[in-house]
């Protein structure tokens, strides 16, 4: 199937696409656009990469650009900068093609120059919560005409703590509208929400949450919290690490190990949600072109970012959710390449190791170093009879990863 199949779409939308070499719809366009098109609300539960953005984009901008023109018909509401900047990135270029506009609405950066872009005029909106409810509370933009609302990444705004954000904003927008859910997962709350803000919503699914490929070869280094620091400087001191992100759960603390790094010689940025917009993208853009060869990060920059050819990932912190630990280490062994990605746990992470290893299957390689402490897993696999762990069935790693 192509694109061409599908009779509704704009024909200038069509001619961007195969502008942009783009003739086989992803499974889930395929499955999204004929919803879409006629205007029914969808929840699509959907990996990061799997062409969501034009998923939705496609069949609600041509919907919209046979309608007469009116401001601000249609929100995207995204949990970080960077994934709103990506979306708009996409949307924008559709929109000029459809004599359409759109505006980016995020935190971090001045007022003005949004302010100005809502004056003129805009189809789209692309925005993060926080920002958006600024402006709504400044009188600067008003969605009564809006007919579309599409919520991307919707399981991590929630994780994010955006619920309260969310429900503002949904109290003043027009019911009478297209609602879009896109999610990695389709947890609880979101089952809540979404009965209290959609009309009989289609499902789909398409690529849910994959187990990691054969090519991460994952490890697991217990240690004991005060260690982690010198642990890892063995690490990349051991390793040939081209280029590395290394995840943490706080901001204090993604600043210190950067700055530990970089104090150690390595060309290390740190990217979290107290740095400025411009000091996030020059984080990334400097790690995209090899500037730096590390990336330190809290969770902001483990979804939705178009980020390659990263040859470990460290968890410094181990993440509580196992979903999460999928979509970090997810950030390697790209492209049929080949990855590593190593988690730091404590004593007190069992629980969270037992789950991440319920999830994925089996239970991960350890390195022990001299003196490191007994770290236990809640979960052994089916059929053995002693519990994993340190005297269990546990495989230890002979070295600390495989050479390349």
């Given amino acids: 199937m192509t694109f061409d199949e599908f009779e509704d779409l704009?024909?200038?939308?069509?001619?961007?696409?195969?502008?942009?070499?783009?003739?086989?719809?992803?499974?889930?366009?395929?499955?999204?656009?004929?919803?879409?098109?006629?205007?029914?609300?969808?929840?699509?539960?959907?990996?990061?990469?799997?062409?969501?953005?034009?998923?939705?984009?496609l069949p609600t901008l041509s919907r919209l650009a046979?309608?007469?023109?009116?401001?601000?018909?249609?929100?995207?509401?995204?949990?970080?900068?960077?994934?709103?900047?990506?979306?708009?990135?996409?949307?924008?270029?559709?929109?000029?093609?459809?004599?359409?506009?759109?505006?980016?609405?995020?935190?971090?950066?001045?007022?003005?120059?949004?302010?100005s872009a809502l004056k003129r005029g805009s189809d789209v909106i692309v925005a993060t919560p926080g920002r958006l409810l600024d402006h709504m509370s400044r009188g600067a933009i008003n969605f009564k005409d809006l007919e579309v609302l599409c919520f991307d990444e919707a399981?991590?705004?929630?994780?994010?703590?955006?619920?309260?954000?969310?429900?503002?904003?949904?109290?003043?927008?027009?019911?009478?509208?297209?609602?879009?859910?896109?999610?990695?997962?389709?947890?609880?709350?979101?089952?809540?929400?979404?009965?209290?803000?959609?009309?009989?919503?289609?499902?789909?699914?398409?690529?849910?949450?994959?187990?990691?490929?054969?090519?991460v070869r994952q490890l697991v280094v217990p240690v004991r919290q005060e260690e982690k620091s010198r642990i890892l400087l063995d690490i990349l001191e051991e390793e040939k690490v081209d280029s590395a992100i290394i995840f943490l759960r706080t901001k204090v603390r993604t600043e210190r190990v950067a700055k530990l790094l970089k104090k150690s010689g390595y060309k290390a940025a740190a990217i979290h949600g107290d740095l400025s917009q411009k000091l996030r993208q020059r984080s990334l853009d400097g790690f995209r072109d090899g500037r730096y060869n590390i990336l330190v990060a809290t969770d902001v920059a483990a979804r939705g970012l178009d980020i390659s050819d990263i040859s470990h990932v460290i968890n410094y912190d181990i993440p509580e959710n196992p979903d999460d630990y999928v979509h970090r280490i997810g950030r390697t062994a790209r492209a049929e390449q080949d990855g590593d990605a190593i988690t730091f746990v404590t004593p007190t992470d069992h629980a969270a190791l037992g789950g991440i290893e319920q999830t994925i299957g089996k239970n991960i390689d350890r390195k022990e170093y001299e003196g490191a402490p007994s770290v236990l897993t809640l979960w052994r696999p089916a059929g053995q009879k002693r519990k994993a762990g340190p005297g269990g069935r546990i495989r230890r790693a002979r070295g600390l990863l495989r050479r390349r």
């Fill in 10 to 57: 704009d024909p200038r939308c069509l001619r961007v696409l195969k502008q942009m070499g783009i003739e086989t719809p992803t499974p889930v366009q395929e499955q999204a656009l004929p919803i879409l098109m006629k205007g029914k609300d969808l929840i699509a539960t959907a990996q990061t990469g799997t062409g969501k953005t034009l998923a939705f984009s």
């Fill in 66 to 115: 046979r309608e007469k023109e009116r401001k601000n018909r249609m929100l995207v509401l995204l949990p970080t900068r960077e994934l709103a900047i990506q979306v708009e990135s996409v949307v924008s270029v559709l929109c000029k093609a459809l004599h359409m506009h759109t505006a980016l609405i995020y935190g971090g950066v001045a007022f003005g120059p949004q302010i």
């Fill in 155 to 215: 399981d991590r705004m929630l994780d994010m703590g955006f619920l309260p954000d969310i429900n503002r904003i949904l109290y003043k927008l027009p019911k009478a509208r297209q609602t879009l859910m896109f999610s990695a997962t389709f947890a609880p709350e979101l089952q809540r929400l979404t009965r209290n803000m959609m009309r009989d919503p289609e499902r789909i699914e398409v690529g849910t949450i994959s187990m990691p490929v054969d090519a």
